[in-house]
């Protein structure tokens, strides 16, 4: 599922707010404020992360995103799958422009297998911007822009179909 999930990250349709498809369930998970690996922590035994591709990447290669970040000649993109027990739960794309990685930031760089959302919220100067929702192929997503000691970030989430969104989707309607 995560390599037919990848290509989702890029065919998200951002709903406009407010939507009537956002149930009091959905917006509990999507507009999460505090750490989406916390969240899942509360919910299984383990979460890791499968990292799935890292590289700098030039501003052609990011369409749309682009006009929600600073103009630079390369962004650093990282895409991972984040999962619960082994289980594949959600596609992350984290894109970073190349101005953010100074100083402190350049750990974003470096963070391999470990979750971005330990890394940034463990620091005092994480900061959100917005966080938009949207689906893509029946999938529910989110995009925030974060910003560390106000350097920013676009972080991408689709939630696949083992994750608890869904497992709180199906009691809500029954």
């Known amino acids: 599922m995560t390599e037919n999930a990848l290509p989702l990250l890029s065919a998200i349709e951002w709903l406009p707010e407010p939507s009537p498809l956002l149930t009091a369930s959905l917006l509990d998970w999507l507009l999460e404020a505090d750490s989406m690996t916390r969240r899942f922590e509360a919910h299984c035994q383990k979460v890791t992360v499968n990292l799935l591709r890292e590289a700098f990447i030039s501003p052609e290669e990011i369409a749309a995103e682009a006009a929600l970040l600073p103009p630079e000649k390369q962004y650093w993109l990282r895409e991972i799958e984040l999962c619960a027990d082994g289980i ?8 970073v422009p190349e101005s953010t990685l ?29 966080i938009d929702v949207g689906q893509s192929a029946g999938l529910w997503a989110r995009r925030s822009r974060l910003r560390l000691a106000g350097k920013p970030l676009l972080l991408t989430e ?11 989707l199906a009691k809500e309607n029954t």
């Open 158 to 168: 689709l939630f696949l179909p083992a994750s608890p969104l869904y497992g709180s």
């Open 102 to 130: 100074v100083g402190p930031e350049q750990k974003l760089r470096q963070l391999g297998s470990v979750p971005l959302g330990r890394y940034l919220f463990a620091s005092s100067s994480l900061t959100r911007d917005f």
């Open 88 to 95: 594949p739960w959600l596609v992350a794309r984290t894109l």
